[in-house]
């Protein structure tokens, strides 16, 4: 098992079970100091850099929705059950639109209620995550899929 996440790490959001997970924006580089993720999720409509811990790659175009949302939703479960006992972090450029909408629904994979969970993130994580109106929808429906 790896070391977690500190609630006082730069992104850190606490969803209600007590998982954390870190969202970041890729344009903004990590503070040398900060502990790196064991696994990242990167959500950007071109293959991501290389990092070195394990990764995976949601295409998702800025502004937009995952370009394949059965897959999106298999990857974004798979870090909530490892958010668990690990340090997971998902980010996309600017760490508010894409992130926060996969942020969001982290929190409906939680329990959080799907018409909740925009507000619970922008509360917790950034208050201008999940930018677009298109991407709250995503999250509402979330949980019906």
Known sequence: MSELWSESDAGALRLPSGRLVR?????RPLHPDAPPPSYGVYLLGRQPPEVPWESA???WPDFRLPADREAARAVLAGVWERAAGERVEIACGGGRGRTGTALACLAVLDGVPGEEAVEYVRRHYDRHAVETPWQRRYVRRFGEG
């Open 23 to 27: 969202g970041r924006g890729l344009r």
């Open 57 to 59: 790659w949601i295409r």
